[in-house]
């Protein structure tokens, strides 16, 4: 089953897409995938609540399941590299590649930020240039900001 959920945030509204009891997709609705039935679900309903937590502050990590499927294995890795970042933290491109094992992708792991399905609970957010500098991110240089500043007060 394929539902799909609207989640209005102070980031603007997401679309959540659920495959089989598992997120496969959180993010801006125009790159939505098609082809999913609009309802709620009690892993929807989770994700709802754990997303207003996460932006009151209230919440460091996620306990949803993830469908990462969609990933090559290289992406999958660099992903798995993300979710390893804490809350609070940074790391840079190079950094992620190297957990990925290749220390000299950093443009792939960028690649691999970019293809992120799941916003926000893969924190591709926390990624950074090589000299501390906020780079390209999917849903808007203002999101990765206003995410990064969130994390920076609530992890005080």
Not at 26 to 38: D, H, K
Not at 107 to 135: E, F, K, M, Q, W
Request: glycine letters at 12%; charged letters at 25%; proline letters at 6%.
């Amino acid at each position: 089953m394929r539902a799909l959920a609207y989640i209005d945030t102070p980031i603007g509204r997401l679309a959540a897409l659920e495959e089989d009891g598992a997120l496969a997709y959180f993010g801006r609705p125009e790159e939505l995938p098609e082809g999913a039935e609009r309802t709620e679900t009690p892993l929807i309903a989770k994700l709802r609540e754990e997303i207003g937590e996460y932006f009151a502050g209230k919440r460091k990590t996620f306990h949803i399941p993830l469908d990462l499927g969609s990933g090559t294995p290289w992406r999958r890795k660099c992903w798995e590299g993300l979710m390893s970042i804490p809350y609070g933290e940074t790391r840079t491109y190079s950094w992620l590649a190297s957990f990925a094992g290749n220390p000299k992708g950093a443009r792939a792991a960028g690649g691999s930020c970019h293809a992120n399905p799941v916003l926000i609970l893969i924190p591709c957010h926390r990624v950074l240039g090589a000299d501390g500098s906020l780079t390209g991110f999917g849903a808007g240089m203002d999101v990765k900001q206003k995410l990064l500043a969130l994390e920076r007060t609530s992890a005080l």
